[in-house]
């Protein structure tokens, strides 16, 4: 099942259906909207993430003891129809907590896509919890999610603070909807946006809550302000993280950042030695905030990086691609936005190389770019990548690319090609 978010006359942008994929890749020109729409998907998940969804539609009944619970089309339908009521209704409100100001929005609306081809089908048993010598009565949910009639995945949530009230079908369908939402059970996990001006932030966020009023930030970038001043590093995190942590620090950062305290530092893999934050170089500011969503405490399952190659050498936005869809492969959804040619084609170039290895094998060409299969998107995650282009009225819409795969070419970056093009025709009228 994919979810989509569709924006009509939005500020500048006039339309945009954005697909809810691992991995979503917006590229523009300057102010044309794809910060605002980034800030707009993530202030309508966290949004509707405790959205209570309809009980009725879903079917019920008895097996064995356990209550069983079943989802399918019909219950994805009225879904939607709620959730589409709701904010139609609530629109405008809506931009006033995400932007801090009511937006003009014509529509904002949820499209669940492929609902016939997916149900859900959850069994809810009582356990008996034991917390602090007090025996409490909870109840565990076991919510399968089936494609085709084949199980694609199980997800387990245990709720030891349950009320007691009702059969646990609210709970049930409330962690199916979460799981629709966020492609994983979002309990325990969180979405971080990563705005543009990280580096800044990181030096400034302490003065912000210092006095305890804040200022005028939009929701997304006082949530990450807010996550910095929490920062608590890990200690065992899992072992996919771990590897994620390894390639930035080995690949980019060449060092490695530690926290001691409410301080952050970083350490030169030659010189060895910790350095303020404050001191170290651009490129580590931007990289920073990577590290921290990769090492903390709360796990982030959806990361927004506006402006992802921000004070990133060529050879560095190189590596950052890999980085990326390695954290895809790893389960994180990313949204990234990109000023970058650069940038662009090296992920077009990895996505060419995924489809020529879901075709047949292709260990030599790998080894001979210096790559692995785990820089290569892996064939159950899905990319969309969104051009936002600019009409003669000077509004934008934001128009999802086609992969071209007969010949193979990959995304067509128009914006990034004429670009090229021009300074090729520059040179050639240079030196002609």
């Known amino acids: 099942m994919v979810v989509h978010m569709v924006i009509k006359d939005f500020g500048k942008v006039k339309s945009a259906d954005i697909s809810l994929d691992n991995l979503i890749v917006f590229a523009g020109s300057n102010n044309s909207g794809k910060t605002m729409v980034m800030q707009l998907i993530y202030g309508v998940r966290k949004e509707l993430d405790n959205f209570p969804v309809p009980v009725f539609a879903a079917k019920s009944t008895e097996l064995n003891g356990q209550y069983l619970i079943r989802c399918d089309q019909a219950w994805f339908e009225t879904v939607e129809s709620q959730v589409n009521q709701y904010l139609e209704e609530n629109k405008l409100q809506m931009m006033k907590r995400i932007f801090g100001v009511p937006i003009p929005i014509g529509e904002i609306k949820v499209k669940l896509e492929e609902t016939e081809k997916t149900y859900f089908v959850s069994s809810i048993s009582e356990y008996e919890n034991r917390d602090a010598g007090e025996q409490k009565t909870g109840i565990h949910i076991d919510a399968r999610w089936y494609e085709r009639g084949e199980n694609i995945k199980s997800f387990e949530s245990r709720i030891s603070d349950w009320d007691g009230l009702g059969d646990g079908t609210k709970e049930a369908l409330n962690l199916v909807w979460r799981i629709i939402l966020s492609k994983k059970s979002a309990l325990g996990s969180r979405q971080l946006f990563l705005p543009a001006s990280r580096s800044g932030l990181q030096l400034l966020y302490k003065h912000y809550f210092a006095d305890g009023t804040g200022g005028d930030l939009v929701m997304p970038i006082k949530d990450f302000l807010r996550f910095l001043q929490l920062y608590t590093e890990d200690k065992q995190l899992e072992e996919t993280r771990k590897a994620l942590l390894e390639f ?26 910790p350095a303020s934050l404050h001191i170290a170089s651009s490129m580590i500011h931007e990289l920073t905030p990577f590290i921290k969503a990769l090492s903390g405490m709360q796990r982030i399952d959806w990361l927004y990086c506006d402006e992802v190659e921000n004070s990133l050498h060529p050879l560095m936005q190189r590596e950052m691609a890999r980085w990326l869809i390695r954290m895809v492969n790893a ?30 094998p ?40 086609d992969f071209i795969s007969h010949p193979l070419m990959g995304y067509d970056f128009q914006l990034f090609g004429s670009n090229l093009d021009k300074l090729y025709d520059e040179a050639d009228r240079i030196t002609r």
């Open 362 to 401: 292709c260990y030599e060409l790998l080894a001979e770019l210096g790559l692995k299969d785990i820089d290569l998107l892996h064939s159950d995650m899905a990319a969309s990548v969104y051009e936002f282009r600019n009409d003669k009225h000077g509004k934008t819409v934001a128009e999802k690319l």
């Open 331 to 360: 389960g994180i959804c990313v949204i990234v936005s990109s000023h970058s040619d650069t940038m662009a084609s090296r992920l077009n170039n990895l996505f060419m190389l995924a489809q020529l290895n879901r075709r047949k």
């Open 248 to 273: 930035g620090e080995e690949h980019l950062l060449q060092g490695r950042v530690i926290q001691e305290g409410d301080e952050t530092f970083y350490v030169d893999r030659q010189i060895g030695k």
